[in-house]
């Protein structure tokens, strides 16, 4: 995903364990401990209550993340939007996204400002914005990090984001189990941004599914820019100096828009091809099954709605249901499930346009 992006184990048997989808997010912070009596019991103990759907102390939250130049990203904001209006006690301050560090920093400042109660930032470079999330945490202001991580744990109290390793795991072990009854089978790989961390991350997760299954060779990779024309170009290229493989796994569905247009202009369809992030068009190509498209692997842009619903907890000093520890958790890392025709009605509500 674009300059986003975005855990080992099959995803059909660990489809549970994806916090992103909206009804397990539902169930993490609204099942578990939320009955009267559990929170009676907890009022009784000393401890802090848990967060539930019911109005609480009033909490006013400052959003700040990249600009939406990307299906994955315009999905972050958009979830990050309607989860604060999801609840009666949240107040939303958001920026306007932006790509540029430093009009990002300022929109910080700007929030730091309004004494916002909790932030929720998905920054455009964890790296160049951390000294925006400490300035925060310094002010009495706890940040929710979503997703780019900050290089430092002390410029946030919560992380969340996504697997990017486990995305190219599972990716591979998809790829794999499809493959490993073919003699001599050859795989290609459309990566992302090289010079960015989530990439490397996507490429080794995949390397290493693949060691499992040595009648597998990957003869190719090139790497994309998470956008439509590059994805087509750097497809293109992939097409003409492979004569033959049997699967290709695409890190981005957006930038697999262009990659599908190569391949149909190229007249191919000997393989399958795995997409990335879990977008709803994708999704929609799986269920329909008359293409090379045959999964995708989620980097879901609910974990959006999971840093608000994070954010409420923490302003109205909450820990989270079904979790017995009286705070949330430092960090959450959302399990990348493969969606494939045998599962996609249960994700297409979550897919992103």
């Excluded at 087509?232 to 569905?253: E, V």
């Amino acid at each position: 995903m674009s300059s986003t992006p975005r855990a080992p184990g099959g995803a059909t048997s660990r489809r549970n364990m994806l916090l992103g989808t909206a009804a397990a997010g539902a169930a993490l912070f609204a099942a578990g401990c939320t009955s009267n009596e559990s929170n009676e019991s907890a009022e009784e103990s000393g401890a802090a209550g848990v967060a539930d759907d019911k109005p609480g102390k009033k909490v006013t939250i400052g959003f700040a993340g990249p600009q939406a130049d990307h299906g994955w990203l315009n999905a972050i904001t958009t979830q990050a939007k309607k989860r604060a209006e999801k609840y009666e006690d949240v107040r939303l301050e958001a920026t306007e996204g932006s790509n540029d560090n430093a009009t990002q920093v300022g929109q910080i400042d700007t929030l730091i400002n309004k004494k916002v109660d909790v932030l929720v930032v998905l920054p455009a470079d964890g790296k160049a914005l951390t000294q925006a999330g400490l300035k925060a945490m310094r002010a009495g202001i706890p940040v929710v990090n979503l997703d780019r991580v900050f290089a430092s744990q002390k410029a946030y109290r919560c992380w969340i984001g996504g697997d990017n390793y486990g995305m190219g795991l599972n990716a591979g072990h998809f790829i794999g189990e499809q493959l490993k009854d073919r003699k001599k089978a050859k795989v290609v790989e459309l990566a992302g941004v090289d010079n960015l961390e989530l990439t490397r991350q996507r490429t080794k997760g995949f390397d290493d599914a693949l060691k499992s299954y040595p009648n597998i060779e990957k003869v190719a990779r090139q790497a994309a820019e998470f956008t439509v024309e590059s994805g087509q170009s750097k497809m293109s290229q992939l097409l003409r100096a492979q004569q033959r493989f049997d699967a290709l796994w695409n890190h981005d569905d957006d930038q697999g828009v262009g990659a599908l247009r190569a391949i149909e202009q190229a007249g191919r369809d000997e393989f399958l091809m795995v997409g990335g992030a879990g977008s709803k068009r994708v999704m929609q190509a799986i269920k329909k099954d008359d293409s090379v498209v045959k999964a995708t692997v989620l980097y879901p842009p609910t974990m959006a709605a999971s840093a608000i619903d994070l954010a409420r907890a923490l302003g109205q000093g909450k820990g989270i249901g079904g979790m017995a520890e009286f705070e949330i958790p430092a960090s959450l890392t959302l399990y990348s499930a493969v969606v494939s025709k045998e599962n996609v009605d249960q994700y297409l509500p979550i897919g992103f346009t």
